[in-house]
């Protein structure tokens, strides 16, 4: 589904990715593991269009979209869940899922979209009158993930999707994610929680000062020595 081969960029006179390539194959559960600073997020806004790349290819389903605007890479079908989950506090949340429903292809079956979506997040349904801006940081979060998938995205990208929540909310945050995958959209995946991340995924790839330095599977990260002793404290 999506191949970077090579992918250079970074921001003004500041290099951050140094060549990075990687593969996400349809129906897996991708994670990008690493250190603060290590080009995680950066690979993310380059392949969204958020940040343009300098140099190397990047393909989704058969198209080139290393130069695409983001718009466009989301009409083809990226949808990133940003850090921070970036709601609209002061509109309901109906209506934020809603803004997730914006794009062409979108737009013509919001209502069925909604009612499937919402079923995988019943406490979603739950607020829908509510002020987005008045919900806890875990609802929030669901309220996010919901709006990425109004989008009918074909690869849906997580930034961070457990910061700032409880141990309890990071368990159920890890458990929608998989049932999102289940459901039939691929997932791309940065998360500071190695440990939850591996244990969910198909397959990883470490990435070091821009570069990827490991890959295996999910299973095969975690019994890494290195990935052990450098991002679990083993």
């Known amino acids: 589904m999506l191949k970077l081969r090579d992918v250079k960029a970074g921001y003004g006179k500041s290099e951050v990715l140094q060549g990075v390539t990687l593969d996400v194959n349809v129906g897996e559960v991708v994670t990008l593991v690493g250190a603060n600073g290590a080009g995680k997020t950066t690979t993310?806004?380059?392949?969204?269009?958020?940040?343009?790349?300098?140099?190397?290819?990047?393909?989704?389903?058969?198209?080139?979209?290393?130069?695409?605007?983001?718009?466009?890479?989301?009409?083809?079908?990226?949808?990133?869940?940003?850090?921070?989950?970036?709601?609209?506090?002061?509109?309901?949340?109906?209506?934020n899922l809603l803004m997730g429903a914006y794009k062409l292809g979108a737009r013509k079956n919001h209502k069925e979209r909604m009612e499937r979506v919402l079923t995988i997040f019943p406490r979603v349904k739950e607020r829908l009158a509510q002020l987005a801006g008045s919900l806890s940081g875990g609802e929030q979060q669901m309220v996010a993930i919901a709006r990425g998938m109004m989008a009918e995205p074909r690869l849906l990208v997580f930034d961070e999707p457990s910061l700032g929540l409880s141990p309890l909310l990071v368990e159920q945050m890890f458990e929608v994610i998989r049932t999102v995958a289940n459901k039939g959209t691929t997932v791309l995946l940065v998360e500071q929680n190695v440990f939850h991340t591996l244990q969910i995924a198909d397959r990883g790839y470490v990435l070091e000062n821009g570069a990827v330095t490991l890959t295996g599977t999910g299973k095969e990260l975690l019994e890494n020595p290195h990935v052990r002793r450098a991002y679990l404290g083993h």
């Open 44 to 95: 993310l806004k380059t392949l969204c269009g958020i940040v343009q790349a300098r140099s190397g290819s990047i393909d989704f389903e058969g198209i080139q979209i290393s130069s695409h605007e983001p718009h466009d890479i989301v009409e083809l079908g990226i949808t990133m869940i940003p850090e921070g989950r970036q709601l609209f506090p002061f509109l309901t949340v109906e209506d």
